[in-house]
């Protein structure tokens, strides 16, 4: 079958149990649109029993590990998609809204991707400072406040247009997506801005201007973003782009994690061998 190239026949597959064969048959089908997703993963139901402690957890250090990768490479990216949301509706390359059918090619686009909208609905969700499932003005104002940034109204109202395709007065996660989608941003943008844009959010992350990125920093931003971590957390945030392990992200590194996919595996799903699956 086209979806299992693969058997349990051997005997490392023993002890392991139909709920942990499944989601590795599943996490392996080789079609990518019938593959199972990171949020499929999450909602496995041999994943919930693990979260609900119903499984043994002595050989699985391994997939715990890379759990503990994923949501810090997520959170991470997320809060940097947050500043980077704020920057380009304050940007003047976004004063043309894409037409209707360009919505949807773009919408589609970015739902092809389902780490990106982990991502997304991550930075999505910290805009969104009253949880309503919109994000308006206040939202806007509150956060730009929370980060130290002064806007006037007439520059707060332009922002929120800027995201607001639908002209609704304000922005829906859909919206989002799409104004945050590089299919229609990056064709805008040169280089140059490119390079300028993350410089601009590396420097708001550099809270003690000390050319890297500390947990304490992340910590402190998070914390006006409205999103609470433990010091365990954050330094999960921090190792998943130190590739030198000084305990700090540098410019280097913070372009380079960016660049990367969110999950840990080089294949872009989180790879997760038989014996780090056990019943």
């Not at 299992?4 to 051997?10: G, I, L, Q």
């Not at 989601?23 to 029993?49: A, Q």
């Not at 332009?158 to 990056?186: H, Q, S, W």
Request: proline letters at 3%; aromatic letters at 6%; glycine letters at 4%.
């Amino acid at each position: 079958d086209e979806a299992h190239t693969h058997t349990h026949t051997h005997r490392m597959w023993t002890d392991i149990s139909d709920d942990a064969k499944d989601i590795i048959s599943n996490m392996m089908v080789v079609d990518i649109s019938k593959r199972l997703t990171p949020r499929g993963v999450l909602e496995h139901p041999w994943l919930r029993r693990y979260q609900k402690s119903e499984l043994p957890t002595a050989q699985m250090s391994g997939m715990q590990q890379r759990l503990k990768d994923w949501n810090g490479a997520r959170r991470l990216k997320g809060a940097i998609s947050t500043f980077a949301a704020l920057m380009r509706m304050s940007s003047s390359l976004l004063e043309e809204l894409p037409d209707h059918a360009e919505q949807e090619a773009i919408l589609a686009k970015v739902r092809s991707d389902e780490a990106r909208m982990q991502v997304l609905r991550e930075s999505f969700d910290m805009l969104d400072r009253d949880k309503t499932g919109v994000i308006n003005l206040q939202n806007i104002q509150d956060s730009l406040q929370a980060l130290n940034f002064l806007k006037t109204p007439v520059e707060l109202k332009n922002m929120l247009k800027r995201f607001d395709v639908r002209n609704t007065g304000e922005i829906d996660f859909d919206e989002f997506c799409i104004m945050m989608g590089p299919a229609y941003y990056m064709r805008k943008e040169s280089a140059h801005e490119h390079e300028s844009e993350l410089a601009n959010i590396f420097d708001a992350f550099d809270l003690q201007r000390t050319g890297t990125i500390n947990p304490a920093e992340l910590k402190e931003i998070l914390s006006r973003l409205g999103t609470k971590l433990t010091d365990e957390e954050l330094n999960d945030m921090v190792r998943q782009a130190d590739s030198n392990s000084d305990g700090v992200i540098d410019y280097p590194e913070f372009k380079a994690f960016l660049e990367s996919h969110i999950q840990p595996s080089s294949t872009g799903e989180m790879e997760v061998t038989a014996h780090e699956v056990r019943r």
